[in-house]
């Protein structure tokens, strides 16, 4: 977990370093190591940057370049880092949806709302993080990032791959798929379809929307999808 700090003011650079060395401390579930890396301005954290960070604490108020400027030219290479502006009036991060912003932080910050709002942001981060999945087609190995799989597709002992931009088709069953994912992320909607659900666009009667692709939900699976769906929505507010 990589974290960094921007903000001009040294003293509130501190309170939040110390507040997430706490956090990690109370909260184990979360530490399986972090670093964290303090900036004093947006200037100093564009030089030669790189898309290192889970999360950017990023002050908006900053001399020479702004928290808002910031966060722009940070998108323009890295669309995954979670942005979360820290400022002393609310009305400037309201313009954050603009640079896809996570959330903000008014300041003086009390470390009860702060952590309510590092949990959230870590439940992003770990919803968003690249994993692969190893797949070999026509003597060929192929890493696919499961969050870029729509669903699979099993017929005639052969396991498809519907991701973005390319098929991949491999001999073997929906369970071995589905155990080797391990990702309450994707769910069963009937016997020949495991679904992504990050892709789901709306339910129909008794059929999954991604998109333009409707896929049918079986009559014994339906309750479990629905509720698969709605917890995972329910992970993302």
């Known amino acids: 977990m990589n974290i960094a700090i921007v903000d001009d003011e040294e003293a509130f650079r501190n309170t939040l370093t110390e ?17 964290i890396e303090k900036f004093h301005d947006g200037e100093e954290l564009l030089q030669g940057y790189t898309p290192r960070f889970d999360i950017i604490f990023l002050d908006i108020d900053m001399d020479v370049v702004n928290g808002m400027e910031t966060a722009k030219r940070i998108r323009e290479v890295d669309d995954m880092t979670a942005i979360i502006f820290v400022t002393r009036m609310a009305r400037y991060a309201l313009q954050g949806y603009s640079v896809a912003a996570l ?24 919803l968003e993080r690249p994993r692969l999945i190893q797949v070999s087609q026509n003597g060929e190995t192929h890493y696919i990032n499961i969050k870029d799989i729509l669903y699979i597709e099993v017929f005639n002992h052969y396991c498809e791959f519907h991701a973005k931009g390319k098929n991949y088709r491999i001999w ?27 892709y789901v666009t709306g339910i129909e009667k008794n059929e999954v929307l991604l998109g333009g ?13 629905l509720e698969a769906l709605a917890k995972y929505n329910g992970r993302r507010r």
Do not use: M
């Not at 507040?19 to 979360?30: D, G, I, T, V």
């Open 19 to 35: 507040f997430l060395k706490r956090f990690f401390r109370e909260n184990q579930q979360y530490a399986q190591g972090f670093s």
């Open 103 to 126: 959330d903000f932080i008014l300041k003086p910050v009390d470390y009860i709302s702060f952590s309510i709002k590092l949990k959230r942001a870590l439940v992003r981060v770990e």
């Open 172 to 198: 073997g069953s929906l369970k071995e798929i589905e155990q080797q994912i391990h990702d309450d992320t994707f769910c069963l909607c009937n016997r020949c379809y495991l679904v992504n659900l990050r």
């Open 213 to 225: 692709i409707r896929l049918a939900i079986g009559r014994y699976k339906k309750k479990t999808f």
